[in-house]
């Protein structure tokens, strides 16, 4: 089993910046993938960066430049940075990683860009 708990979430205007935390409950340094999604109202639920054990990043075409996905293992944490935000990028923020075999999400946290 493995909880993640999301953190650092809220309402920033446009062009600002926000940092997202996602911290496990166990290692994460064997976990192979862990990433953000983001789900928006109305819109199906979207991959927005993923990390592998290796160092290889994924960005979801529209944040690239902007966000940046790194992992700290020795905190068992792994954040989002999130600069020059727009107001196309409000949604919960769910991080997600995959463990045995068994996909794992937290609980989300709102980001809200206003314009």
């Given at each position: ?22 911290t ?28 592998t ?27 989002l ?35």
């Amino acid at each position: 089993q493995v909880q993640l708990v999301e953190s650092g979430g809220g309402l920033v205007q446009s062009g600002g910046s926000l940092r997202l935390s996602c911290t496990a409950s166990r290692s994460i340094t064997y976990f192979y993938t862990m990433g953000w999604y983001r789900q928006a109202l109305g819109k199906q639920r979207e991959s927005v960066a993923v990390s592998t054990s290796g160092g290889t990043t994924n960005y979801l075409d529209s944040v690239k430049g902007r966000f940046t996905i790194s992992r700290d293992n020795a905190r068992n944490t792994v954040y989002l940075q999130m600069n020059s935000l727009k107001p196309e990028d409000t949604a919960v923020y769910y991080c997600t990683t995959q463990y045995m075999g068994k996909n794992y999400w937290g609980q989300g946290t709102q980001v809200t860009v206003s314009s």
